[in-house]
């Protein structure tokens, strides 16, 4: 593939707005029935909704859909916070049988603990190559964050997996975040996913570059 083919980048206005799936590992520090804390390097904002894989330490596998109620910043520890989430309902941690008796385990006992941050960023796809994309965001895309694309072409639903290279911050304006990505080449692209939308791009581009000459 020539060089040029590999920088070509375009912009597909009809498709610009989309989200961007962010899975994240954090810290679950503590569960205490609807309120659960949690500790990573991430931003977010009060009232924001997520997704949260509990801990399997805690003898449970479970997502639950959780509300930010209020986030801190880790003093020593540049972009990290401690986020105290509420769940839609309480998390019920299993029972140990002793005898007659029902005995709770404390969820103390074995946290903290890794569980999986689930969040739903709006993105406006800035511009696109096969290899990746530049997005906009309204908040911190982190570095190395790995997530899904979700955006709709054709009427169909077309999901990118990308893996976040860099985000700067820019002056002014609802999306200050300006993200680069990679596409992760975990499977074959579908006919009409963004990835093959640009390739159709490229060629076109490059049989117009050859009747110019």
């Known amino acids: 593939m020539s060089e040029r083919r590999r920088t070509s980048r375009f912009v597909i206005p009809e498709h610009t707005h989309g989200i961007f799936r962010v899975m994240q590992d954090v810290c679950v520090e503590t569960v205490d029935g609807d309120q659960i804390a949690i500790v990573g390097d991430l931003t977010v904002q009060c009232g924001e909704e997520l997704l949260l894989e509990l801990p399997r330490a805690l003898g449970i596998r479970s997502v639950v859909l959780v509300h930010v109620v209020h986030s801190t910043p880790v003093v020593g520890h540049r972009g990290r916070h401690r986020v105290v989430l509420r769940s839609s309902v309480p998390v019920e941690v299993p029972t140990i049988r002793r005898g007659a008796v029902h005995t709770t385990r404390a969820p103390a006992s074995s946290l903290p603990a890794l569980g999986v941050l689930m969040r739903r960023v709006p993105i406006r796809v800035r511009d696109v190559s096969t290899s990746g ?11 190395g964050a790995v997530g899904q694309l979700e955006i709709a072409i054709d009427g169909q639903l077309q999901k990118e997996p990308l893996r976040v290279c860099r985000s700067v911050r820019t002056p002014g304006g609802q999306w200050p975040w300006r993200s680069g990505a990679h596409f992760l080449a975990l499977e074959v692209p579908a006919p009409a996913s963004v990835r093959n939308v640009v390739a159709r791009f490229e060629i076109l581009d490059e049989l117009a570059g050859i009747r110019l000459r």
């Open 133 to 143: 994309c530049q997005l906009e965001s309204p908040d911190l895309l982190m570095e």
